[in-house]
């Protein structure tokens, strides 16, 4: 009878943050996973650091003494691993049997990196994905990911894996995640509301997720935040920060390998799910055309060196790196550390 191929629900959430709020904007992801799962999704996927929220004051003023004080906000509210956080948010995937990508601000040691969070249906952190490189003024917030976290997690409903904003726009990352097969895709956008040229405008941004569809051939789940009058309120001290960013700026969507939109599409100013049925098979007559990592390369002419080891600071002797942590583990409350 030959390989039969998966189909599911796919979910992509539109929605503000609780503003540099952690435990609050937890609280709604889970409960945003719960909605989307009560409506069959096996597949739910957030806008880029929905938690807790993106760093926009870095696009409107002095990086340090306007900007200083909101990055101690959101150095304080920045998700850990371990922690009460991502206890949560294991608890979620679990009782709603889904997967999930979530993206945060993360705390590492003493920095914070912009990384994407995969869970599976059992509760397990399957493992993480770090942006590369930040974009432009985003470097004052985050620190730089490596190819260690360039993952694709093989799974019962197809080959997932994701990037964040503008990574969809380096050739050579398209190039690294065609490598490991990724069959369904999660790019994770902030709003496009805020007047800084083209970098958060709609345009070119759906463009680069719909053109990571075909040349990957597979399935994207473009989740993006919104702005909401709240946050202009607590980030705009005058006139000219108030006309750099306005409410709104969703463009949330699913996007199939063949660039088309599969899904609903959300008002732009309003939270809610874009929804697609997923059928897997579809990939395999994208790939009978093209297979960039396969029979469409040549390699004898141009080739990617991908390093995919782990590339810290320090090395220390014996040092291993496993990103996964099950579900039990997450679980065991009785660790201080888990109750950050």
Known sequence: MGKTYPKFRAAAVQAAPVFLDLDATVEKTCKLIEEA??????????????????????????PSAY??????????????????????????????????????????????????????????????????????A????????????????KTEIGNLGGLQCWEHMIPLNIAAMNS???????????????????????????????????????????????????????????????????????????????STVISNIVPKNEEGFAYADIDLEMIVYCKYAVDPAGHYSVPGILSLDFNQNYQPAVRKSGQNLDLSISYNTLQKSESTVLNK
């Open 138 to 153: 985003e470097r004052y917030i985050w620190g730089e990911g490596d190819g260690s976290m360039m993952k694709v997690f």
């Open 180 to 258: 490991l097969n990724e069959q369904v895709h999660v790019g994770s956008w902030p709003a496009f509301s805020c007047n800084i040229g083209t970098l958060f405008t709609e345009g070119p941004n759906v463009t680069a997720s719909k053109y990571y569809s075909v040349s990957a051939g597979c399935f994207t789940l473009m989740s993006t935040q919104i702005i909401t009058q709240e946050m202009i309120d607590k980030l705009c001290q005058n006139d000219y920060q108030r006309q750099m960013i306005q409410q709104g700026g969703g463009c949330t969507q699913i996007i199939s390998p063949e």
């Open 37 to 62: 799962a009560n409506n069959g999704a096996n597949l739910v996927a957030f806008p880029e650091s929905f938690i807790p929220g993106y760093p926009w004051w870095i696009w409107l003023g002095d």
């Open 67 to 136: 900007g200083a004080p909101f990055y101690a906000e959101l150095y304080k509210n920045a998700v850990e691993i371990p922690s009460k956080a991502v206890r949560k948010i294991s608890e979620a995937a679990k009782s709603t049997e889904t997967y999930v990508c979530v993206s945060v601000t993360e705390l590492d040691g003493g920095s914070l990196y912009l990384t994407q969070l995969w869970f599976d249906p059992n509760g397990n952190l399957m493992g993480k994905h770090r942006k590369l490189k930040p974009t432009s």
